[in-house]
């Protein structure tokens, strides 16, 4: 059973860290690219960021740019999300999701397996 479990979000002072893991099981993702999203209340879900699986290729949304860093352990099947400055407008449900392609994608709807998600409150 393919499989991606997220954990490590909580609270959060405003300015603090947090670092998110994913962990994927089930099948081999090295063909595959690994995307951040997240959703706050009464909002649409939103692209943060993206990891190729094998080169570990990057990128990420302006908004979070410079703040948060995606990266892969390959040996431990497992994609991160380090959150670094953190802001109030930074609170949500954060989902990893996998997505059958090397290139980027930015778009939900693009990505075929979806974690449970892990609730991120920063507090100011």
């Known amino acids: 059973q393919v499989q991606l479990v997220e954990s490590g979000g909580g609270l959060v002072q405003a300015g603090g860290s947090l670092t998110l893991s994913c962990a994927a099981s089930?099948?081999?993702?090295?063909?595959?690219?690994m995307g951040w999203f997240r959703q706050a209340p009464g909002k649409e879900r939103e692209f943060v960021a993206w990891?190729?699986?094998?080169?570990?290729?990057?990128y990420y949304a302006d908004s979070v740019k410079g703040r948060f860093i995606v990266s892969r352990d390959n040996a431990k099947n497992t994609v991160y999300l380090q959150l670094n400055s953190l802001m109030p407008e930074d609170t949500a449900v954060y989902y990893c999701?996998?997505?059958?392609?090397?290139?980027?994608?930015?778009?939900?709807?693009?990505?075929?397996?979806w974690g449970q998600g892990t609730q991120v409150t920063v507090s100011s």
């Open positions: 999701a996998a997505a059958p392609t090397i290139l980027v994608r930015k778009v939900s709807s693009d990505y075929r397996i």
């Open positions: 089930g099948r081999t993702f090295s063909s595959w690219s």
């Open positions: 990891i190729a699986w094998n080169l570990g290729n990057t």
